[in-house]
């Protein structure tokens, strides 16, 4: 796949206010500071399409961008981190728990978790709610360039650990915005679900 536009769109602090087009949705979650903005300009190849914030666990809205008229990525907001306090974190859940899944046109999430670091418990919960929800989505495990391979594989172990759906689990992909390692893997997923997207049913 190559991308050939990308554009900011819009910032969502409300469910009720999001987009009424039925594009795909390309979802990114994790904890704050994993890397989701980052992750996104390196794949489009942009510097600043997602602004980067200086102060992890601020960012508590949905960011859109439009890519190739085509379909959407979508960088939710960071959770878990310690320092926010115990009720915006709270409402950040919900935040996140409503949109995956009430959302129809969400195609596939990719989750990130920092390749450093074991899994969380909001790391496994987020894999829980989309096992829940029967959506797709990758492990993506980003900073890939911090460590060394042999690391890199138990970290892979320790992570298919919280997966209990290795059917909606599509696949782990070390990223490193650094070498762009896994850029390509990413938008291999993509490009292949725009060519077979997925129904989702109504409840």
């Not at 409402?91 to 978790?113: A, C, H, P, T």
């Not at 992570?159 to 909606?168: F, S």
Request: hydrophobic share 35%.
């Amino acid at each position: 796949m190559k991308i050939t536009t990308a554009e900011f769109i819009t910032s969502i602090y409300d469910l009720r206010t999001l987009p009424k087009s039925v594009l795909p949705e390309f979802v990114f979650v994790g904890r704050s500071n994993v890397g989701k903005s980052s992750m996104v300009n390196k794949l489009c190849n942009r510097k600043c399409l997602a602004k980067i914030g200086s102060v992890p666990g601020k960012t508590r809205q949905l960011n859109y961008f439009l890519i190739n008229e085509e379909f959407y990525l979508v960088d939710l907001p960071g959770y878990g981190y310690a320092k926010v306090p115990e009720q915006i974190r709270a409402g950040w859940r919900k935040l996140v728990e409503q949109y995956v899944s009430d959302r129809q046109n969400v195609s596939m999430v990719f989750v990130l978790i920092d390749s450093r670091h074991e899994p969380t418990y909001l790391d496994e919960l987020m894999v829980t709610w989309l096992e829940y929800y029967e959506i797709p989505y990758a492990i993506i495990l980003t900073k890939s360039d911090k460590i060394s391979k042999n690391k890199m594989d138990k970290q892979i172990y320790r992570c298919a650990k919280i997966v209990n759906n290795e059917e909606l689990c599509i696949d782990y992909i070390p990223f490193s915005i650094i070498t762009g390692e896994g850029r390509n893997e990413m938008l291999g997923l993509i490009s292949k679900s725009l060519k077979n997207p997925r129904t989702r049913s109504e409840d």
